[in-house]
């Protein structure tokens, strides 16, 4: 199971290169105070092969001054370095160990179980891919293992592996394992965890670690080191979203100037548009350089120096990303904060608040609640404590280009520094939530009550699939007032309804003449609108249909954000372009008269920029072409993504 080759001794610079190539796996063990995590972690190493004979003599000699079991090797004591930790034998700070096997290289980080030391459990969860919870069999689910399960909920950790220690101190009891199983999978529910994995072990003999022992029969499933190995991260990270914070800008003579950074998330490609935030600039990567030479892409977390085409004012702080797939950018945001210092969070006192490169300074303008990890119950409160986590409205001094922590983990994160002390005193993680005082966009506002329901249909997707012959999809038509929108999605509704499939059409100024009736034309009015149609279009999708919208939809932000309400892989942006003088042209309601004479504001393309979207599915010239024409369009794209069965 260990790293060891036959490369070592016939080829090492082959070797070197194979073992660095190899992926990369962060994770952590959590749980209550002697549930046998540093244990865990030293028969891991142990029985791996990755203790040095002197090392393991050295721990030998300790064991039998320390240790804390009747055998000659303690693994506890691999990990607990610190002096205070040997005598107490418990797990002070967060301590990390690396090994690797033929398969993945591993970096663990053994954090500590009591609860005064919560915020070094957060420190060692924070970059973490998966976390492995371990529960004392004989004490079952408790306080702490609540504590970290939620922690490592709140931090987006994806993976769980429930490891239930110590089932030689009962009898290797299938019935005790299976009833922490039941009690945890009802928990993992309100945490909202979807993989979790359960291991009965004893760490102290090594079952199930490395290898099956033979004490548990009754068990016939993968061992830690083969989940370890084999559990699927890539798609963990996020690919999509270009973000890369500017670090450095990099001057060293007058024929270079370079923008240093690390790719937080998505792609960069050599010749792509990027926009700075917040100046809005736009320009193309011109080279993408690295210390082994220029290379004609970059992935999340690369470090990488971008060159760009146009000379525009760059500097640290800033934010390069696709000019269609934007951030939000502002100076206000929800936050879970965890706090981790003696003198609490109070409302109104500065901060520095660090957010990727950029530093702001920041209050507390508002702390909603403290959650009871116990209850997972909301708790009002006017400050917060030491190890405690609430929801706080943040208010900085400037704006910054941030995601949902949900969405983006590089992006929706952030410390808080006192300003006194330079002490990093909080670790937050951005809610995508809405704080402003004027109307909302309410794209993610919490329902108001937490005892809704939601009762799953007897009827399955897959089974109206079948029934419809086609697979359910939203296509989002946008474009100026006058390009067409409409006209195409009811020509589009009626060829399909003719040829067999079964649609809906959802019309922007419909909606406004209903549901939409209390929404004007500013941009969040916008926004709500399209929010409010996104979320009909994805029960139409939860039912079978085809739903075709019609929005001018003119902010690439409320765009993006519908396909993430809709789903990217039911969403279909579609460009309907025609030049301003002609859909002046065709303007049958007169908008834009209304708003050349002053009594209309905020018309896309006259008195509000209209963004067109920067990689749509299909532009539509409706100047060019007939509505026949764009119709068939239209349906090769829907045959293409396979959404309609034969055609």
């Known amino acids: 199971m260990s790293h060891q080759s036959s490369l070592i001794a016939t080829d090492i610079d082959a070797y070197l290169a194979q073992h660095e190539r190899k992926e990369l796996l962060r994770l952590l063990t959590c749980g209550s105070v002697d549930d046998g995590k540093s244990t865990l972690i030293g028969r891991l190493l142990y029985d791996s092969k990755m203790i040095y004979e002197d090392q393991l003599a050295a721990i030998k000699k300790d064991s039998a001054r320390h240790g804390t079991t009747d055998l000659d090797f303690d693994p506890a004591l691999l990990t607990d370095g610190l002096k205070a930790e040997r005598e107490q034998g418990i797990t002070i700070d967060v301590a990390y160990r690396y090994f690797s096997t033929a398969k993945r290289k591993f970096i663990i980080a053994d954090t500590p179980g009591h609860e005064q030391f919560t915020r070094n459990m957060v420190t060692g969860a924070s970059t973490c891919d998966l976390a ?9 689910i408790l306080t702490q293992t609540r504590r970290h399960s939620f922690i ?15 089932m030689d101190l009962v009898e290797f009891d299938q019935a005790v394992f299976e009833r922490i199983q039941r009690e945890y999978t009802d928990l993992a529910a309100r945490l909202e965890i979807d993989d979790v994995r359960f291991i009965p072990m004893s760490a102290l003999l090594g079952d199930n670690v490395v290898d099956p022992g033979s004490n548990m029969p009754w068990y016939r499933g993968s061992t830690l080191m083969h989940i370890l190995e084999n559990v699927h991260i890539a798609s963990d990270r996020n690919l999509i979203d270009l973000r890369f914070p500017v670090q450095y800008v990099n001057r060293p003579n007058l024929d270079f100037r370079g923008y240093c950074g690390t790719v937080a998330s998505g792609i960069v490609r050599r010749d792509d548009e990027v926009l700075v935030l917040p100046s ?9 350089v690295t210390h082994e030479g220029s290379r004609d892409e970059a992935f999340a977390p690369q470090s990488v120096t971008l060159t760009l085409a146009d ?13 269609g797939n934007m951030p939000r950018v502002e100076s206000r945001f929800d936050a879970m904060i965890v706090w981790m210092t003696e003198e609490p969070l109070p409302v109104g006192k500065q901060y520095v608040i660090k957010h990727t490169t950029r530093t702001a300074f920041g209050v507390a303008s508002a702390i909603r609640y403290r959650i009871d990890v116990n209850s997972l119950h909301r708790q009002p409160t006017d400050v917060l404590g030491l190890n405690e986590i609430g929801r706080c409205e943040l208010t900085l001094n400037q704006p910054v280009a941030w995601d949902p922590y949900a969405k983006n983990r590089a992006t929706g994160a952030f410390i808080v520094i006192d300003r006194i002390t330079n002490v990093t005193v909080g670790a937050g993680m951005i809610l995508d939530r809405s704080t402003a005082d004027e109307r909302e966009d309410h794209w993610d506002t919490e329902p108001a009550s937490d005892r809704l329901r939601h009762e799953p249909s007897q009827v399955t997707v897959d089974e109206r699939c079948a029934r419809y012959k086609q ?15 409409t006209t195409l999605a009811h020509a589009l509704e009626r060829r399909l309804f003719d040829l067999g499939y079964s649609c809906a059409v959802l019309d922007g100024q419909r909606l406004r003449s209903g549901i939409s009736r209390d929404l004007g034309f500013n941009p969040q009015e916008r926004a709500e609108n399209l929010r409010r149609g996104a979320e009909i279009a994805r029960l139409l999708n939860d039912n ?22 809709i789903g990217a892989e039911r969403f279909l942006l579609v460009h309907v372009d025609a030049p301003l ?25 006259v008195s509000f920029p209209y963004e067109p979207p920067a990689e749509p599915a299909l532009v539509l010239r409706t100047d060019e072409r007939s509505v026949d024409e764009c119709v068939d369009q239209l349906l090769t ?11």
């Open 471 to 485: 697979q359910p999809a939203t296509l989002l038509l946008t474009g100026l007032t006058g390009a067409g929108k």
């Open 544 to 565: 079978g249909q085809i739903c075709i919208c019609a929005f001018v939809a003119p902010n690439d932000e409320a765009r993006t954000r519908a396909r993430d309400v």
């Open 581 to 605: 003088e002609v859909c002046r042209e065709r303007d049958p309601d007169g908008f834009y008269a209304a708003a050349d004479a002053g009594e209309l504001a905020n018309i896309p393309g």
């Open 280 to 288: 809005r600039k736009r320009s193309r990567v011109r080279d993408i």
């Open 152 to 166: 490592a909920a709140l931090l987006g950790i994806k993976h769980i592996v429930v490891a239930v220690n110590k």
């Open 311 to 323: 000379e525009i004012d760059i500097a640290r702080g800033d934010m390069l990303v696709h000019p």
């Open 132 to 140: 492995i919870i371990l529960i004392d069999a004989r004490q079952g």
């Open 637 to 647: 794209l829907l045959a293409e993504r396979a959404i309609l069965a034969g055609a």
